[in-house]
């Protein structure tokens, strides 16, 4: 892991709006950096803040104030051809693979999709697509069948190589293994960590789960009630915890 840092939030602050008049403060000027190369995890109780940090950090969600800097570019203000390249730079991996994949497109279509718009060759995403099934544990055959015929963690092996396809350096992964059976979630862990390493990826991965965030993570953050109560080393915060 590298000192060179990828991403920046500076003071995030999101609220949602109910009416006019009431709103409910999600993250309260939050701030941290990611640095290339590491594993930060984001940790806290539900409704804490931290999927909301995790969406605003890839632009799903607008703050109410703050920044979110990506290479030292605000990405709230970029142009039309920066927003392009920062969503080939940056993906997400969402928790539920049940609802996140369309059940009326095939594999091949899924995992396919975000290189349609770059102009590429059929041919070349088909090749595409099989070899990074083959990464995720999933070969050829499962081109052609639809989500509905796969396990939850099968699926999530899907969802996480359509993630892939465009070539990222970052990846948001937001409770990636918490929808899965205890003994697939190990086997998906392993897999974002051998991503990790052959792929120089950067990931932020959220969780409440602190066993799997020891496992995968070099630092973590903990949010409490949308605040960053503490952000320390993995070890270093499970020796000595402050929060």
Do not use: W
């Not at 909301?52 to 709230?76: A, E, H, N, S, W």
């Not at 990464?135 to 499962?142: P, T, Y």
């Not at 392993?190 to 409440?208: K, R, W």
């Amino acid at each position: 892991m590298s000192q060179e840092v990828l991403l920046s939030v500076k003071d995030l602050r999101t609220e949602f709006f109910s009416s006019k008049t009431s709103s409910v403060t999600a993250i309260k000027d939050v701030s941290f950096d990611m640095y290339r190369g590491e594993v930060l995890g984001l940790v806290g109780e539900s409704g804490c803040g931290k999927s909301t940090t995790g969406r605003c950090m890839i632009k799903l969600y607008q703050p109410t104030k703050g920044q979110v800097l990506y290479d030292g570019k605000d990405i709230f203000k970029q142009s039309h051809a920066e927003k392009r390249e920062f969503c080939n730079k940056v993906q997400m991996i969402f928790q539920n693979p049940y609802s996140s994949l369309n059940p009326r497109m095939t594999v091949k279509e899924i995992v396919g999709e975000g290189l349609k718009q770059q102009g590429i060759s059929q041919k070349e995403i088909d090749e595409r697509v099989e070899k990074l099934l083959k990464m995720v544990g999933l070969n050829k055959d499962h081109m052609s069948r639809f989500p509905h015929e796969f396990s939850g963690g099968q699926r999530q092996r899907i969802g996480i190589a359509r993630s892939l396809v465009v070539k990222p350096s970052f990846i948001i992964a937001d409770e990636p293994v918490s929808a899965l059976d205890v003994s697939i979630q190990a086997q998906v862990i392993n897999l974002l960590a051998d991503l990790q390493e052959q792929m120089g990826l950067t990931y932020l991965f959220i969780s409440h789960d602190l066993s799997v965030m020891r496992f995968i993570c070099d630092r973590i953050a903990v949010i409490h009630l949308g605040h960053l109560v503490e952000l320390a080393e993995t070890e270093k915060l499970f020796r000595h915890p402050l929060h």
